[in-house]
């Protein structure tokens, strides 16, 4: 049967998907819309299957909040090539999950796979339509969310690194911005030193020993030398102890107690890199 450019223009238009693949779509389905729909979906899910092994090293990191503020979500939406990443309607793909995201607050990524999606599909069943169009391995790799009574969220240029971070109270917006990018900036690991697992701390402590002996210290020397060692690297991993990136005269936590009012602190973070 003929198959007619507006059939294959309402197919492309409602699906996304390549002129000639819903041309050959609307051909196999004999023009039956929905079964052409049905044909294209599957032709994902081959892909998909194909790719499984693709590394998908590029993407988009996004991140949101709530309107006011009490929560907010990052995920990072994988792909193969940055051809892919940085063409705008794939950003505005990952968005769309992001918004599902930051309004459901889903438990972890498979349960946002399972949140519907504005396509009419599942979340999982349009990265999976996606796929198709695009001819890429996709897969949301991260997907991150944080609550406390402010939380601000950041997107570093280029849409490859995003974070969160909460405060115990209001926060000016500028101030709050820059403890964000001091976390994209600066990657620290923890918040404060009791967020570091111990095991992490004794290898630390470990290691500025082996390196006080190396030195020559004797074994006493070499373990306080250790502590000491050791403090140093808490204030150069922890957010809260890290010197400020515009004064580095002042810790991180010292800027946020002066911008709020004194009693204001951190009370949470999170950071996501393709990285």
């Known amino acids: 049967m003929s198959i007619t450019a507006a059939e294959v223009n309402k197919l492309r238009k409602h699906t996304g998907a390549g002129m000639m693949d819903c041309k050959k779509a609307l051909t196999e389905a004999a023009g039956d819309f929905d079964k052409a729909i049905e044909i294209l979906r599957k032709k994902g899910q081959k892909i998909a299957a194909k790719r499984g092994d693709n590394a998908i090293g590029e993407g988009a990191v996004l991140a949101s909040t709530l309107a006011d503020g009490s929560r907010g979500c990052i995920i990072s939406l994988n792909c193969e090539t940055d051809f892919v990443a940085k063409n705008s309607e794939y950003v505005e793909f990952a968005q769309s999950i992001l918004d599902i995201a930051v309004a459901e607050a889903p438990a972890d990524t498979a349960a946002l796979m399972s949140c519907a999606h504005p396509s009419g599909v599942s979340v999982g069943e349009e990265i999976t339509n996606q796929m198709g169009r695009l001819g890429e391995r996709l897969e949301v790799s991260r997907y991150e969310q944080l609550s406390g009574e402010v939380v601000v969220a950041y997107i570093h240029p280029g849409n490859r690194l995003s974070t969160l ?12 911005k820059d403890v964000a990018m001091q976390a994209a900036a600066m990657a620290p690991i923890a918040l404060d030193e009791s967020s570091i697992a111990q ?12 390196l006080a002996i190396k030195e020559g210290k004797p074994e006493e020397m070499a373990q306080n030398i250790a502590k000491g060692r050791l403090k140093k690297w808490f204030k150069e991993v922890t957010l809260v102890h890290q010197s ?5 005269k002042q810790s991180v936590a010292d800027y946020v107690k002066e911008a709020g009012g004194g009693d204001r602190a951190i009370t949470g973070f999170s950071r996501v890199s393709l990285d």
């Not at 400020?244 to 580095?248: E, M, P, S």
């Open 165 to 176: 971070v909460a405060f115990n109270g209001g926060m000016d917006a500028q101030a709050g």
């Open 244 to 248: 400020f990136i515009k004064n580095n």
């Open 199 to 210: 095991a992490d701390i004794d290898k630390e402590l470990e290691i500025g020993k082996e």
